[in-house]
């Protein structure tokens, strides 16, 4: 007797179709499966998506490009032996299924819903973490700014009283050095 295994195809579809004509053919893939021996465990939404990148296929006589398509997904139970003829009727049909990617899995999810709801946790954390160090960063460069304006104040202040002690000898230095500068004025200038 042959253990079945699970797997999961996942599909683009011609994007040329309307949505009702692309929904019949994932029908028809469905046929496909259980025509080969397999049961349907679940499925996804057969939703219009654009592609990543424009992929060329041949259909019929020539290259088709696209850059948008259905997708959709099956998971299944069949025996390995059989996943070749399930490949063999997709394959003969390219004109609606252009690429499809069979993967064997697992008949149960909740570990990738976990992982993704860690990942989502993981995301919510570092938003958090972003938002409490941007909050210190600003109460850090506040506290600097008081601090340099205190700096700035004293060292106004203490100025303002060297200039006060000073004051005297400054107006005396100033009047000299203004003497001096007018007699060499005159001198260059033939004056004394």
Known sequence: MNKNSIYEVG????PEMSQQE???KVLE?????????????SKGENVFIDLAYQIITKIGPK????????FSWIKFNLSPEKISDFKKKVE???????RFLITKTKEDDSLTDFSVLDI???EAEKKEDKKLTENIDKNIKEVEKEDS???????????????????PKEVEENSE??????EKKGKMFGLF
């Open 92 to 98: 003969e049909n390219k004109d609606f299924v252009f």
């Open 63 to 70: 290259n088709e490009r696209f850059d948008k398509a259905y």
């Open 29 to 41: 893939i469905e046929k496909f499966l259980t025509e080969s021996g397999a049961s349907v465990i």
């Open 149 to 167: 304006e205190k700096k700035v104040e004293e060292n106004s202040e203490n100025e303002e009283k060297t200039d006060d002690n000073q004051e």
């Open 120 to 122: 989502e946790e993981e």
């Open 22 to 24: 692309a929904d019949e």
């Open 11 to 14: 599909f683009l579809l011609n």
């Open 177 to 182: 050095n203004e003497e001096k500068t007018e």
